[in-house]
Nanobody
Framework: VQLQASGGGLVQTGGSLRLSCEAS????????MGWFRQAPGKEREFVSV????????YYADSVKGRFTISRDNAKNTVYLQMNSLKPEDTAVYYC????????????????????WGQGTQVTVSS
């Protein structure tokens, strides 16, 4: 499957952005879509995950209550609505597709995903 992430940009503290990740190819073989982020000099970290079927979601504590993940099955697209952005949210955001059907709380590791998008830069100015 190919993943195309978009929607990043520069925003002030407290602002909002919506990221999109469009999947193409054998998308039916994937159970979940996740968002990760990587700040300069730091490891890639989990942000959120959603099931294609049913729409169950799971979030990292650092974004809970501020970010919302959703999907449009007809468009094979997953979204990440990011509100109340903080400078520490600055990072390259990556979407990923995974076949694992483990509980969502177990899908916070990079190894749970099979394919990755190219990343989109999010910069939050203070």
């Amino acid at each position: 499957v190919q993943l195309q992430a978009s929607g990043g940009g520069l925003v002030q503290t407290g602002g909002s952005l919506r990221l999109s990740c469009e999947a193409s190819g054998r998308t039916f073989s994937y159970a979940s879509m996740g968002w990760f982020r990587q700040a300069p000099g730091k490891e890639r970290e989990f942000v959120s995950v959603i099931r294609w079927s049913g729409g169950s979601t799971y979030y990292a504590d650092s974004v809970k209550g501020r970010f919302t993940i959703s999907r449009d099955n007809a468009k094979n697209t997953v979204y990440l609505q990011m509100n109340s952005l903080k400078p520490e949210d600055t990072a390259v955001y990556y979407c990923a597709a995974g076949r694992s059907r483990y509980a969502l709380s177990a899908l916070s590791s990079l190894g749970s995903y099979n394919d990755w998008g190219q990343g989109t830069q999010v910069t939050v100015s203070s």
